[in-house]
């Protein structure tokens, strides 16, 4: 893997779930199921209808959240507070991943479809807490959820960084088409390879991926 394609990078922007943490531990399947029985009890639907919502509304417009308020004119503080309301026991610490995030030169930032909040304690649960310069949620982009540019706008605006001189780590694909026209490296994080124009690489550990182009963390 090139190093010399992250020399520029001041700002390393990271996606949360399945990103920080492997998809293999299935922290989010909680949170999907949470989905589907909010919007059973809120929409007053099946199950299986209330399935079909959720992966449609996420497949249309980046989240079920999203869709939600826009179909239905939802408020999320109630949501977003009940679907992330799991176990993160299913969460282990990695102390590897924390030391090789930290010896990346310049910021580190994390940007989530989920709030804030979750997202902090996610961190906690990954022994991650700390090593981030900022974590923004989906309440720092108006509530317009990625894939769409103007929350990436939003967002970066907010932080002050420079796309040119930034790179973002995305298990979802389209997270990934935006950054990449504003001139973010992107880097797809999943078992699976996708093979498209906006995606400059392909890591299928995180953790390995950061080893091979950031500086080796301090010792002793």
Same mark, same amino acid.
């Given at each position: 893997?090139?190093?010399?394609?992250?020399?520029?990078?001041?700002?390393?922007?990271? =996606?949360?779930?399945?990103?920080?943490?492997?998809?293999?531990?299935?922290?989010? =399947?909680?949170? #999907?199921?949470?989905?589907?029985?909010?919007?059973? /009890?809120?929409?007053?639907?099946?199950?299986?209808?209330?399935?079909?919502?959720?992966?449609?509304?996420?497949?249309?417009?980046?989240?079920?959240? *999203?869709?939600?308020?826009?179909?239905? $004119?939802?408020?999320?503080?109630?949501?977003?507070?009940?679907?992330?309301? &799991? =176990?993160?026991?299913?969460?282990?610490? =990695?102390?590897?991943? *924390?030391?090789?995030?930290?010896?990346?030169?310049?910021?580190? &930032?994390?940007?989530?479809?989920?709030?804030?909040?979750?997202? #902090?304690?996610?961190?906690?649960?990954?022994?991650?807490? $700390?090593?981030?310069?900022?974590?923004?949620?989906?309440?720092?982009?108006?509530?317009?959820?990625?894939?769409? /540019?103007?929350?990436?706008?939003?967002?970066?605006?907010? %932080?002050?960084?420079?796309?040119? /001189?930034? *790179?973002?780590?995305? %298990?979802?694909?389209?997270?990934?088409?935006?950054?990449?026209?504003?001139?973010? /490296?992107?880097?797809? &994080?999943?078992?699976?390879?996708?093979?498209?124009?906006?995606?400059?690489?392909?890591?299928?550990?995180?953790?390995?991926?950061?080893?091979? &182009?950031?500086?080796?963390?301090?010792?002793?």
């Amino acid at each position: 893997m090139p190093k010399q394609d992250f020399t520029h990078v001041e700002t390393w922007v990271f =996606d949360l779930d399945n990103t920080l943490y492997p998809a293999s531990m299935r922290l989010f =399947d909680q949170i #999907e199921v949470k989905m589907t029985q909010w919007v059973m /009890r809120r929409l007053n639907v099946t199950r299986d209808h209330a399935d079909h919502l959720r992966q449609h509304y996420w497949a249309l417009y980046g989240t079920t959240l *999203a869709g939600l308020m826009h179909e239905h $004119g939802i408020q999320p503080g109630d949501y977003l507070a009940e679907v992330h309301d &799991i =176990d993160f026991s299913v969460l282990a610490p =990695d102390p590897v991943l *924390a030391g090789r995030i930290k010896a990346l030169p310049g910021r580190r &930032i994390v940007y989530t479809n989920a709030d804030a909040p979750y997202a #902090e304690k996610v961190l906690f649960a990954r022994g991650l807490s $700390g090593v981030f310069d900022a974590v923004y949620g989906v309440e720092h982009a108006g509530f317009r959820p990625k894939p769409e /540019r103007t929350a990436f706008e939003t967002v970066f605006t907010a %932080d002050g960084l420079n796309p040119a /001189r930034a *790179a973002m780590f995305e %298990d979802d694909p389209r997270n990934l088409a935006a950054p990449h026209e504003m001139g973010l /490296r992107t880097v797809h &994080i999943a078992p699976t390879r996708v093979e498209a124009p906006h995606i400059h690489h392909h890591a299928t550990d995180l953790s390995e991926f950061l080893a091979l &182009i950031g500086t080796p963390p301090a010792t002793g």
